[in-house]
């Protein structure tokens, strides 16, 4: 088995690498890191959770121990397609990076420019940033990228289902030819590998697990339940409760953000220790979450699959699809959320008659077929689908004629007008925090909590709630945001009464 200190990595490398507590290179690195450390362009085919931003961070950090960093002239340039993963791959130039001197920037999306730029004037050693916020430093001309030695595009595939390819092609072509690039995707559809033929010099191509194969040490259950938000609610209470001490923490995954936030707030509602991640919150707010959740403050983070894409959560518990995922790869990417590194854990997904086709595809794409936990589809008790039928329906008694299992929630419910009480969750669960007097998070000037302010994705077609306009429209310090067009996967309205209403118990400030 191959070791750190065969790769030929430094000594000061080796020594961060122990004190992080790394003892075998990961196949990607083993496989991505001697050719990088040769100076040749790299194609790494590998998801997260493999140890790939260890392996190009590592030869950069290697690489760059000789030379400086000029003003405005950054040395080296990773492209990230969402701002997490740009701060992940920054936490790691800290991690293995302790033993250097080295400028990190991070250009990102709801951060002031006037901030980074101070760090580009400096001198960055390594600049970490999305494609978006990228090209608008360059087009206010505080940037200039003709030092650029090595080229790092990560998450490829991600950059394509996001529209940056464009984007992505400028940037190339603003970096000397003469540059190394590493490049990493989980996945090979053709629009990459034509960028890759277009911009790669007869790259080592390192291929690690596909992306379309789960891991073995999860446990994967199939949920059947009614169409319903109510039930759908009730079939995810009654899972997270009968799964008791088992679950340390878990990542619940909706496929649009309104639902992130409505089943955030009733979760919260129901007295469980929840927080949200959609991608029209603003960069602190995600930040904060995602620590807290990290922390252990929260056990439960509701997210969407952009903002959740590629985090790195070492150890999570558990994984609950409240919805089945539209594309067949993410279900991959969200099961890859548990189970990393060896440790085990469950993976629930949420079934309605709806959903059939998705999850056939998913069984195709995976190779298996995933177990129903209690019945299948046919099993489910007929329902009335009517708003007036309430959160279990008319007919919620089961065939055996028992009723349903949260049958105390069920009596409270009957006391209550129905339709009042949907209204209800719906109101901000936070509406009388001002009334707690409790600290609000520091915001920079140039943020609005729950406003589209990130360079991310902007969506070609208006949408009927004027959010896209609001988007396209929006200025950070006068730069008009409505040049690049790009699909965002929260592809649904802004939800309301979330972004400008998020618990300040969910914004302890942290240092970011
Ligand atoms: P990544 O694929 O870069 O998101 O890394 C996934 C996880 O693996 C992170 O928590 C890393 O800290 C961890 N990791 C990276 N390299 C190694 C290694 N050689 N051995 C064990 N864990 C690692």
Same mark, same amino acid.
């Given at each position: 088995m191959t070791t750190f200190a065969e790769l030929g990595l430094s000594p000061k490398i080796l020594a961060a690498v122990e004190a992080a507590g790394y003892t075998t290179p990961t196949p990607i690195q083993a496989g991505a890191i001697p050719h990088a450390l040769e100076r040749k362009d790299v194609l790494g085919i590998a998801q997260t959770g493999t140890g790939k931003t260890a392996s190009f961070v590592l030869p950069m950090l290697h690489l760059l121990e000789k030379g400086r960093a000029r003003a405005r002239m950054p040395r080296t340039l990773i492209l990230e397609p969402t701002r997490e993963l740009a701060a992940q791959v920054e936490e790691n130039f800290v991690k293995y990076g302790v033993n250097h001197r080295i400028n990190v920037a991070l250009l990102i999306g709801g951060v002031s420019f006037e901030e980074q730029e101070r760090k580009l004037e400096r001198g960055a050693d390594v600049l970490i940033a999305t494609p978006g916020r990228l090209l608008d430093h360059f087009e206010r001309g505080k940037l200039l990228l003709t030092g650029v030695e090595i080229l790092v595009i990560d998450e490829a595939d991600r950059m394509l289902d996001m529209g940056f390819i464009p984007d992505i092609e400028r940037i190339c072509k603003l970096i000397p030819f003469t540059r190394q690039t590493l490049f990493f995707s989980a996945t090979m559809p053709a629009e990459i590998t034509k960028l890759t033929e277009q911009f790669l010099h007869s790259p080592a191509r390192v291929e690690v697990a596909k992306a379309s194969t789960t891991a073995k040490t999860v446990t994967q259950r199939l949920v059947k339940s009614a169409k319903k938000p109510w039930d759908k609610r009730a079939v995810l209470r009654d899972l997270i409760q009968a799964e008791g001490d088992e679950l340390k923490n878990a990542i619940i995954f909706c496929n649009r953000k309104m639902d992130v936030s409505e089943l955030f707030r009733s979760l919260v509602k129901h007295g469980f220790n929840a927080g949200a991640l959609h991608g029209d919150m603003d960069q602190r707010a995600r930040m904060t979450m995602l620590s807290n959740f990290k922390d252990g403050n929260l056990q439960l983070l509701v997210a969407s699959d952009v903002a959740a894409r590629g985090l790195d959560i070492p150890d999570v518990s558990h994984v609950f699809n409240y919805d089945i995922p539209i594309h067949a790869e993410d279900y991959v990417h969200r099961i890859g !959320?548990? #189970? !990393? @590194? #060896?440790r085990s854990g469950k993976a629930f997904s949420i079934i309605t008659a709806s959903d059939t086709k998705h999850l056939d595809a998913i069984e195709k794409m995976i190779g298996e077929k995933i177990e129903w936990l209690d019945g299948d589809l046919s099993t489910l008790p007929a329902q009335e689908e009517t708003e007036e039928t309430g959160r279990r329906g008319r007919n919620s008694r089961g065939k055996n004629g028992k009723k349903p299992r949260d049958a105390k929630e069920h009596k409270e419910k009957q006391a209550q007008p129905r339709v009042a009480e949907e209204k209800a969750a719906e109101a901000?669960?936070? @509406?009388?925090?001002?009334a707690l007097d409790a600290p609000q998070p520091v915001i920079p000037d140039n943020v609005s909590l729950g406003t589209a302010v990130t360079q991310e994705p902007v969506r070609p077609a208006p949408h009927k709630n004027g959010n896209d306009e609001r988007r396209q429209n929006h200025t950070q310090n006068g730069q008009q945001n409505n040049k690049r067009h790009r699909r965002d996967f929260d592809d649904e309205p802004s939800p309301l009464g979330f972004g400008d209403d998020i618990p300040a118990f969910m914004l302890i400030p942290i240092n970011i």
């Open positions: !959320r548990t #189970g !990393r @590194a #060896g901000p669960v936070v @509406a009388d925090i001002s």
